[in-house]
């Protein structure tokens, strides 16, 4: 069951516990839809286009050619690419679009999460961390562009899960 979505991220709550997803179908499309764009540009006024050009031959053309036609297939691939959080009543599982466990944590009787908000000369990035025994970090970070996704996303799992949270966003902004 889909208990939200979050920016890039879908909350839902099912038999394996409650699973975070983050898939990035949309910018990975569109980087490769506009990459592809110019590919076809270049193909037009390439040697084999309706309209060639000729100081647009040779070497060069094939460098560019190959350049951008490996972004689209890589914007395409990515776009498949996905993450998955199952956090389960005694671990925190990460997987990866092929299905492969990254990573198998055992969990407490409450999940640990640390927030930060990062500064950077344009923008805020905030980031929510899962922490293991002790308050390390697991390598896991949820990132949002915004303070209030980090709030719907802790409204959303707050009924489901039993939540230790550490607020650092007040001290760093």
């Known amino acids: 069951m ?6 890039r991220y879908t909350i839902e709550q099912g038999p394996e516990g409650l699973s975070i ?4 179908v949309t910018p990975a499309l569109g980087g490769a839809a ?15 286009g309706p309209h060639p050009l000729r100081e647009f031959d040779g070497v060069f053309y094939w460098l560019v050619f190959g350049f951008l036609a490996l972004f ?3 914007g395409v691939v990515g776009s498949f690419y996905r993450e998955r959080w199952i956090i ?3 671990e925190i599982r990460m997987t ?4 492969t466990v990254k990573r198998r944590v055992p969990k407490g009787p409450a999940v640990k999460m ?6 950077s000369s344009d923008s805020t990035d905030y980031r929510v961390h899962l922490l293991g025994e002790g308050g390390q970090e697991l390598g896991v970070s949820l990132l949002f562009g915004r303070s209030t996704s980090v709030d719907e996303l802790l409204r959303l799992v707050r009924p489901v899960l039993n939540l230790e949270i550490e607020d650092q966003r007040l001290e760093e902004t």
């Open 34 to 48: 506009v990459t592809g764009g110019a590919l076809f540009a270049i193909w037009w006024f390439g040697p084999y």
């Open 72 to 74: 689209v297939v890589l």
């Open 2 to 7: 889909v208990l939200g979505r979050v920016e």
């Open 114 to 119: 640390r927030l930060q908000a990062k500064r």
């Open 21 to 24: 997803s983050m898939r990035q």
């Open 96 to 99: 990866h679009s092929f299905g």
């Open 88 to 90: 389960a009543d005694h």
